[in-house]
């Protein structure tokens, strides 16, 4: 009887509603901000200018979105849950502010972007990679974006060559953009809070490396499987050099280049690097190719390429932005491709 009194009181707790009447689900990463003073930080650090369009993201009950709508000259916000859409529209409606705010209501990965110069969000932090790299693609391009992280996340996308989280995600990101560490937020000024503490960083599209995207990412690949291996050991690897030899023989025979491939691609003739795992605790003499023959040939190709340029005996997680790029580039005059 007790335990069942407890157990009723409980659920009965877990259903209490946060902010007008709406319970939020952590599930889906609604985590509102409730820190007035952190939300004025925020627009204050976002450079925001009166004739700004602003795009947020997520914006739940608005405590952001008010602060938005006074300093810019309108907010597009896009938001999935239909609840959160309603207390937006009650939110404002009436007021001198709602002629400036648009509402979408969809899922943001999915949704066609408008223009928009700047964009200020909480996001929910399971869509943090495939977000990121959508304003970034996006035309054309906006000013800046000010945009809360989980905190690792964000300290991926300003690590440094050397850094212990220096990675794919970092490389690729600024390969496109400058980014910069705003401020720490810790779980607290949530509701309800996170288990995580949480960063907000500045992300500034810049003139890209041009490099073609197939070939940059199949590259990146494989560089960072092993990233605190040498290169001349990542890519003496069977795997690896099965996998660049069969590319190699299959454009030469065609007589393609990687900017012709698209039909390629389609027929899946072409080696794809995108399925490609590897463990860094295998043994390198395990993944090494057997000498003789055909294969030989193309290694000593391959390794040319590293030893001619310097890179043999340097490591992915110690290597800048340019010198992958200028790699890529070397590898690619010798014949070598990766997408």
Excluded at 32 to 44: E, F, M, R, Y
Excluded at 88 to 108: A, E, K, Y
Excluded at 227 to 234: A, P, Q, R
């Amino acid at each position: 009887m007790a335990g069942g009194k407890v157990r009723k009181e409980k659920a009965k707790a877990a259903a209490t509603p946060y902010q007008g009447g709406i319970s939020f689900h952590k599930s889906k990463g609604q985590h509102i901000l409730k820190n007035p003073l952190l939300v004025d930080s925020i627009v204050q650090k976002s450079g925001i200018k009166p004739t700004d369009v602003i795009l947020e993201i997520g914006p739940g009950t608005g405590n952001l979105t008010k602060k938005l709508l006074e300093a810019g000259k309108k907010v597009i916000a896009v938001e999935i849950d239909a609840r959160m859409v309603l207390e937006l529209q009650r939110r404002f409606q009436g007021t001198p502010l709602s002629n400036r705010l648009q509402i979408i209501q969809g899922d943001v990965l999915k949704t066609e972007l408008p223009y928009f110069d700047i964009c200020v969000a909480n996001i929910p932090y399971q869509i943090s990679s495939p977000l990121t790299f959508k304003l970034l693609h996006h035309k054309p391009a906006f000013r800046c974006a000010i945009i809360m992280f989980q905190k690792e996340f964000a300290m991926r996308l300003i690590a440094q060559p050397g850094d212990k989280l220096y990675c794919r995600l970092t490389v690729n990101t600024q390969r496109l953009a400058q980014v910069s560490h705003l401020l720490k937020v810790g779980r607290n000024n949530f509701r309800p809070p996170p288990k995580v503490d949480s960063s907000v960083v500045r992300i500034e599209p810049r003139k890209q490396f041009e490099v073609n995207e197939k070939e940059w990412d199949g590259f990146l690949r494989i560089c960072f499987n092993r990233k605190n291996k040498t290169l001349g050991s990542i890519f003496r690897q069977k795997k690896v050099l099965s996998l660049l030899e069969k590319n190699y023989k299959t454009l030469r025979a065609l007589n393609l280049n990687p900017d012709q491939q698209g039909a390629m691609e389609e027929t899946n003739d072409v080696m794809q690097f995108e399925d490609m795992e590897m463990d860094d605790d295998e043994a390198d003499d395990e993944m090494e190719v057997e000498e003789g023959g055909e294969t030989s040939e193309f290694k000593e190709k391959v390794l040319k390429v590293l030893k001619d340029n310097g890179f043999e005996n340097e490591r992915s997680s110690k290597l800048k932005l340019r010198e992958f790029v200028t790699l890529l580039a070397e590898f690619c005059k010798a014949g070598i491709h990766f997408s």
